[in-house]
């Protein structure tokens, strides 16, 4: 009788205990203990009965409104800046490495932290048609949806930019633990920096535990140092070469910094890394081997029209190609140079052309 509840489970996950029990003609007592038995086996985990084949990739940090500014000339600080166009999109790191995974075909699950407001709401629209879970994310009632604002120039590089993410410092010690049931039904789980220091921590200590693989999403130079001392825990850490010079405070000049950042990655116990250097491809050092250079794929300059969420791309792609394949690391960064790619091409943050062939070996 358990098989035949199991199977009711994978055609739908979220069947009541009493409706299981209708359909097998078993008390619900009995079902509670067919349940209990699947959980001990790992056969089913968590709420609503989660599969493990369909265990989510669960992503944990920013959503944000992004509004992109285009130069009508080049910047003058102090002054107004006239602008030729504005576009207004969904953004922020977690947010868009979930949208990016979820177009891919893969289960996902978004824990961030949105306002109460109109902003707020059409993000959260937006996610859920995509098939994005987001219970267990924090709502606001007394702050606004964050904002990213990018000012980018005629070619599309970003000149500066604006980030208002107060409200990701309350995803905080309350925040986990109120959306630890969906962490707990994480096949990979993958944080940004935005986040506070002692929520990183929490998570790095939470994958040291549970074994559950957790990757790292650098966001800028100035939230580097939110980056725990100890990374023991963290399964890849991915970011650019600034950051990784905030990190480890070397300028990556000569051949001899690249080997002392390693070697300080992994006396604090990190086990992947991997390094992006825009136009002059990668570098990449997988477990305890030293460092791999990967050429960036090419982009002509007139297919070049906007940078903005091909960091994120690269990173979904890595996330989604590890959690298909956790040990060919050269094979997910490949994956993640292909999807950035797309993303150069499009004007949109997340690429549209986007679809779960581009997993097919």
């Known amino acids: 009788m358990k098989e035949e509840l199991l199977a009711l489970l994978q055609g739908n996950p979220f069947l009541s205990q009493q409706e299981l029990a209708d359909q097998l003609g078993l008390s619900r007592s009995a079902v509670a203990g067919h349940i209990a038995a699947l959980t001990r086996e790992r056969r089913i985990l968590g709420r ?7 265990r989510p990739i669960v992503c944990v940090g920013g959503t944000n409104l992004d509004r992109k500014l285009r130069l009508a000339g080049p910047l003058v600080m102090g002054s107004s800046n006239p602008v030729e166009g504005c576009h207004e999109s969904a953004g922020g790191v977690a947010r868009n490495v979930a949208e990016n995974l979820a177009r891919l075909g893969l289960p996902v699950h978004l824990l961030t932290a ?39 120039d005629a070619r599309g590089q970003m000149q500066l930019a604006l980030a208002h993410m107060g409200l990701c410092e309350r995803l905080d010690a309350d925040f986990l633990r109120h ?6 039904a994480a096949a990979m789980r993958v944080m940004d920096l ?10 790095i200590a939470e994958a040291r535990a549970d074994g559950v693989p957790l990757v790292a999403v650098a966001v800028s130079v100035a939230k580097m140092a939110r980056l725990p001392q100890r990374l023991d825990g963290l399964a890849l850490l991915i970011l650019n070469r600034d950051e990784l010079a905030a990190r480890c ?28 250097q825009g136009r002059q491809g990668l570098r990449f050092a997988d477990r305890d081997g030293g460092w791999s250079t990967l050429a ?13 969420g091909a960091g994120d791309a690269f990173s979904a792609g890595v996330c989604a190609a590890l959690s298909q394949n956790p040990e060919d690391l050269a094979a ?30």
């Open 296 to 308: 960036a794929e090419p982009v002509a300059a007139d297919q070049l029209i906007d940078v903005t």
């Open 194 to 203: 935005n986040l506070p220091a002692a929520t990183q921590a929490a998570l």
């Open 48 to 54: 609503a009965y989660v599969l493990p084949q369909r």
């Open 332 to 361: 997910a960064c490949r994956l993640g140079q292909r999807l950035s790619a797309l993303t150069l091409r499009s004007s949109a943050t997340v690429s549209p052309e986007l679809s779960p062939a581009l997993l097919a070996p």
């Open 114 to 152: 949105l306002g109460q407001d109109g902003a707020g709401q059409a993000l959260l629209q937006q996610l859920q048609q995509l098939g994005v879970g987001t219970d267990g994310s924090l709502l606001s009632a007394d702050q606004p949806t964050p904002s990213y604002t990018a000012v980018l």
């Open 249 to 276: 405070g070397l300028a990556l000049k000569k051949a001899a910094d690249w080997q002392a950042a390693l070697a300080q990655l992994r006396g604090q116990g990190l086990a992947r890394v991997i390094v992006t």
């Open 179 to 184: 959306s630890a049931a969906q962490r707990a």
